[in-house]
C-alpha cells in the first residue's frame, strides 16, 4: 500500500502519488491570497478545488470539513490541518471539525471517555489560539452525531470489500474497525451538505495526503448516490443519464415487472430538463426510454451548474442529492530526529503544550543537514532539503519568503553554519510559541462556542 491512512510510512515520491491516484498539483499563483504553505508547495494537491473556489468567486456559499483524531496530544503536524481550515475560512467558508473518537476508540483503542479528554484538552484548546472565527466554526463528536453514523451506513450500500481491499489493502485479518472508520468518516464528510447543516453547497476537506483514501472512497460511494449522472459524450457536450436505483425504480419509471411506464418516465425526463434549463442550457435533445438527455450547448465547464439544478431536483424527489467532496492535501514535514514525525515519540515533535525550554532542546537535537567538521560546512554548504531546524522554518516558523530564501542560501553556501541555523529556528520557533500560549489562554472561552 503506498497510503495507509493508520500507518502511514512516509511518502518518498509526492509526483508519484498525484499521478497515480490522479490528484491534481495545485499553482498557488492561481489562489487567492495563498499561505505560505501553499506558495511553499506544501499545500500541493487537490480534487476538484475548482468546486469552491468558482463558488466564493460567485458569491455562493461553501463549506468546510475535517477531523481530527484525539488519541494524543496535538504537534506541529496536527496544525496544519487547522491552518487550511482557516484559510478557506477567512475566504468565506464556514468550518465543521469532527472529532473521531469513534475512529480512535475502534483503530486505538481509547475509551470514549479518554478521546473526550485528549479532544478538548489537546485540540480545540489549541484551536482557541488559532485564529478561527467561532461564529463560523462547529466542532462535535463522532459518537454523538447520529446523522453521520446513518450517514457511513447508508454509504456504505455504495460500496464492498473488494473495493476496501483495493483502497486499503484489507485482507482476511483486518479488525472491522477498519472498515467502520472509513464509512463514519464518509458520514463526517458529507453530513455538512444536509439541510439541517447547510444544505447543499461545495464541501473541502482539507487534509495529509494520508487521509486520500477515505476522500477517494467517499467520492465515489457519493457519485454512485446521484440519481442523475452528468458526463462527458463524444461531441463534446454533455449528457445526463438516469441512475436507476433500488430506491428510485419507481420514479425513474421502472414497472414492478421491470418494464417501463411511459408516462412516469416522461414526467421524471421532463422534469430534469427544467432543472437543465434552469441553469441556462436550453438545445436538449432526448431520448425517455434510454433514460438519457444530451444538452448540445453545454461543456465539461458547465457541468457543475448543471449537476446542482440535478442535485437539487433529486433532493425534491427524495433522494440524498449529494455533491462529491473537494479535497486539498499537505505533505508531512519530517520528523524532528530525520525519521517520521509522531506522537507517541515526543523527541521526534513539538506539541503545541510544549515548554520553551523542551523545544528548545528538541530542536538543538533536531537531524541536520550540516557537515561534520566546521571547515567541511564551510567548503560544501549544508543541505537544507533534508536539515529539520531549516525545513521547520520552512514549514513553520519564517513565513517571510525572503528572510527564509536568504537562510537557505546562506545555508547551502556555507556561510551559515548548523548551530547557528539551529539557533535561528529556536529563536523563531519559541516566539512563535509564546504568542501561541498567549492567544490560546486568552481565548479558552471559545472552546465552548465551538462545541456549541
Ligand atoms: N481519520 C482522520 C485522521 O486520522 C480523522 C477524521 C475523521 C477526519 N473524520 C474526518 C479527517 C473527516 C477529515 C475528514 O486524522
Redesign the pocket.
Known sequence: MEID??ASKGIKNYDEICEKFGLEKIDSSKLPNPTHLHRRGIIFAHRDLDSVLNARKSGKSFGV?????PSGQMHLGHKM?IDQAKWFQDLGGDVTI?V?DL?AHATRGLSLEKCRKYAVEEYISNYAGMGLNPEKTSIYF?SERSIVQKMGFTLGTKTNLSEMEAIYGFSGNTSLAHVQ?PL??AG??VHPQLDEYGGLRPIV?P??I??DP?IRLTRGMVSKTNWFNVNNNKSGNLTIGLSIQDNNQEIMGIRSDGGIDKNQRKMIIDRAISAINKAGYKEINSNPKHGTIDVKDANTENRAEIQYELLTLERQLGGMGLMQPSSTYHQFAVGMTGGKMSSSQPETTIFLNDSMKSIEKKIKASFSGGQSTIEEHRSKGGNPEIDVAYQYLRYFFEEDDNELNKIREEYISGELLTGEIKAICVDKATTWMKTHHELKDQNQHLVKDFLN
Do not use: F, K, T
Open positions: 491512512p493508520w470539513l475535517s477531523g481530527l483524531m490541518v469532527a473521531a475512529e463522532q472508520s463514519v468518516q463526517d464528510i476537506v487534509v495529509g494520508d487521509q477515505h
